[in-house]
């Protein structure tokens, strides 16, 4: 056996921006996917596919300015193997430094028949078409096959055949339904480069739904294999139980170099601030026993455990904190800090001031909230933008008023200001919240269904700001709202609101797996 020096290179793909975002209610607008990929740009992840853009308008925008923005990481927009979504693909990528197309076309038999009604001749012939003209506009073509963990192996290797042929410099394996076992799916890799001709011309990916908790486990099965693509999200979001979550896998491999022979660039110290702006852009909250990102992931709670790490950290430590960018609460800014340090900070955390305007209404949130807690954390200024109003705002909280007593019923009374209009609302309810709630329906009528409701304290300390997250559904559509406060009734009203007003002024969606 010969001894490698170089070890190869992991390309860490990310998707929360489009995978990720098929989370029920996890859609983001323009301005939620730039932070979002700024924040991924310092990651330095290789790849952010930020959207679909033949999705519709909102999300070719979206692709569009992360196009612009980043110049660090390649920017990748998806397509079905059609001509229509990979010419909005390549003009919504046509900005970006380092531009990718990707586009894919199923290759089981289940969806070849029942969904695509295609016979297997025609789906070579559409996924050869597309990786053609997606050519015209980058090099950089990633090709796809769809439910690949279903295809007949024979046929995985005529498409992957013709497809390299066609100009795809990275085909990727998804197994889109989550159906594999680690043993298979490493195998179903190997064979497949050791079969397709020219495999070595091109970079093998991966890409694992997580519907039997396999996702990790498979993608680094994958990679053993000689995959060199993982396609990951951050916290794992993603279609139906999501997608390998981009920080175990890295983690995975960073830790255990004795078993991967390859690494990644990804810079680790970013991961949970990373983890914790996708959480609250999106409404997802991270399990606390998460691994990597997790609250609880460091946390030595048995009295064995926290001996064995005050005398020596690795008796039951395999990673540190820090290194995955844990680091104790940063106090940043107090009730006398000034507008400029105030709009340094936000610089620092990547929140983007467009104007004046805005920078002065924000700075005049910090004020109430630094009356309200002494303290405020970089978790606070960025919960600040948590429940920010679309650009068009139909709701909005003015002021409120609880009522709770033993052996009362608890009461709400709400201002609510509604397209313009201050109207007023009062309910009662089996609890402040449920009066809240009651209130505002009172008045909004909006024949939704509550399908979630969750706390999160955003630092520590009594004093912390809840932040609470609201999961709305109407004919099917399904929106999440945020509110952050330090009272959380109040921050339940916000979220309501935030919710009622994401259904108000988002355009439907195409899901690209349907
Ligand atoms: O799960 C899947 O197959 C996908 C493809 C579009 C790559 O998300
Ligand atoms: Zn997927």
């Known amino acids: 056996m010969t001894l490698k020096l170089t070890k190869d290179r992991l390309i860490i793909f990310d998707t929360t921006l489009r995978d990720g975002e098929q989370s029920p209610g ?107 003209l997606a050519r015209q506009y980058t090099d950089d073509v990633e090709f796809s096959a769809e439910d690949a963990v279903r295809s007949d192996f024979d046929f995985l290797c005529r498409v992957f055949d013709a497809v390299i042929q066609a100009g795809a410099k990275t085909l990727n394996v998804p197994d889109t339904v989550g159906y594999s076992i680690p043993e298979l799916w490493g195998e179903r890799m190997r064979r497949l480069i050791e079969t397709v001709p020219n495999a070595d011309q091109v970079i093998w990916s991966t890409h694992c739904h997580n519907d039997l908790g396999l996702a990790v486990a498979n993608s680094l099965s994958a990679v053993l294999a000689g995959a060199r693509q993982v396609e990951c999200t951050i916290n794992g979001l993603g279609e139906r139980a999501g997608n390998a979550s981009l920080e175990e896998v890295v983690m995975a491999v960073r830790t255990r170099p004795d078993v991967f022979d390859c690494e990644t660039r990804i810079e680790t110290r970013e991961i949970v601030p990373t983890s914790k702006l996708v959480s609250q852009i999106t409404g997802y909250p991270v399990q606390p026993n998460k691994a990597i990102v997790g609250a609880n992931a460091f946390a030595h709670e048995s009295g064995i455990h926290q001996d064995g790490v005050l005398k020596h950290r690795e008796t039951y430590e395999i990673m540190r904190a820090e290194e995955v960018g844990w680091a104790t609460n940063r106090l940043t800014l107090g009730k006398l800090s000034g507008r400029n340090a105030f709009k340094t900070r936000l610089a620092e955390l990547n929140i983007d001031m467009p104007n004046e305007e805005t920078l002065n209404a924000a700075f005049a949130r910090f004020k109430a909230l630094a009356d309200k807690k002494r303290e405020i954390f970089d978790e606070d200024l960025t919960a600040l933008f948590t429940d920010e109003a679309p650009a068009q705002e139909t709701w909005r909280l003015v002021s409120s008023m609880f009522h709770s007593e033993t052996g009362e019923a608890p009461m709400a009374k709400l201002t609510l200001w509604v397209e313009g209009q201050e109207i007023q609302a009062e309910a009662t309810g089996s609890g402040p919240v449920d009066a809240t709630f009651k209130a505002i329906e009172k008045v909004a009528n909006s024949q939704t269904d509550l399908l979630l409701y969750s706390v999160n304290a955003i630092t520590t300390g009594t004093d912390a700001q809840g932040e609470v997250t609201v999961r709305l559904s109407r004919d099917g559509r399904i929106v999440n709202g945020l509110g952050a406060d330090t009272d959380i009734v109040v921050a339940s009203a916000k979220a309501y609101l935030n919710a009622l007003n994401k259904l108000c002024s988002h355009g439907e969606r195409l899901n690209p797996q349907l």
Do not use: W, Y
């Not at 969904?115 to 996924?127: E, S, Y």
């Open 26 to 132: 996890a859609a983001m607008n323009r301005e939620d996917k730039l932070r979002i990929a700024r924040q991924l740009e310092r990651l330095r992840v290789d790849v952010i596919e930020a959207g679909f853009p033949a999705a519709s308008q909102g999300d070719f925008e979206a692709v569009k300015s992360v196009a612009e923005a980043v110049r660090e990481s390649i920017v990748c927009g998806l397509a079905r193997a059609n001509e229509n979504d990979v010419r909005r693909a390549g003009e919504a990528i046509q900005p970006a430094k380092q531009g990718r197309i990707h586009t894919f076309i199923a290759t089981s038999p289940i969806h070849m028949e029942k969904k695509l009604r295609m016979t297997p001749d025609q789906v070579v012939d559409a996924a050869v078409a597309a990786v053609k």
